[in-house]
């Protein structure tokens, strides 16, 4: 017959007490997660179930943000796939009209931000990855000013 040690069945039963206490909270937080994706993905115009498919979640998102697929293989990369998951998430921002403070906000408060884009009164404006990146080309008409070459002084009528 084995030894009855209540001290190691009481520890046991502590430590399923902490994991169930911990999980409840975790599986909470995951469900608040997979709605918000969902509902910002028919923000989009995209199938909100893709939402929960792996690997066809990135995909539909590329698709929402203006960028091509295979940028999926440059979130394999280590170290290339943080700033590349930030810049999407910062894409993400821009195709709803957000600036980079929201952008700030899904990143370090995804679980607070995410909803707020998903529930909020914010509509999907495009994919935005053509206006957020790239050098562009300076349109004089739009009444840009040169901050290094000032322009002349206008005539001065007296003299």
């Not at 796939?81 to 821009?94: D, E, G, R």
């Amino acid at each position: 017959m084995e030894n009855y040690d209540a001290s190691s069945a009481g520890a046991a039963a502590g430590i399923i007490a902490i994991i169930s206490a911990l999980i409840i909270p975790i599986i909470i937080i995951w469900v608040i997660m997979i709605i918000s994706h969902w509902k910002i993905y028919e923000k989009a115009g995209k199938p909100g179930w893709a939402a929960i498919i792996p690997i066809y979640n990135i995909i539909v998102l590329l698709e929402i943000i203006g960028k091509p697929v295979w940028w999926i293989l440059l979130l394999l990369i280590p170290c290339v796939n943080i700033v590349f998951a930030v810049w999407m998430t910062n894409l993400l921002s821009k195709s709803f009209g957000q600036s980079e403070g929201f952008t700030v906000g899904l990143l370090l408060l995804g679980v607070v931000f995410y909803p707020i884009l998903a529930f909020g009164n914010y509509q999907y404006l495009g994919p935005s990855a053509k206006e957020a990146g790239g050098l562009r080309s300076i349109d004089p008409s739009l009444g840009y000013k040169d901050p290094f070459n000032p322009p002349p002084p206008p005539p001065n009528p007296e003299a």
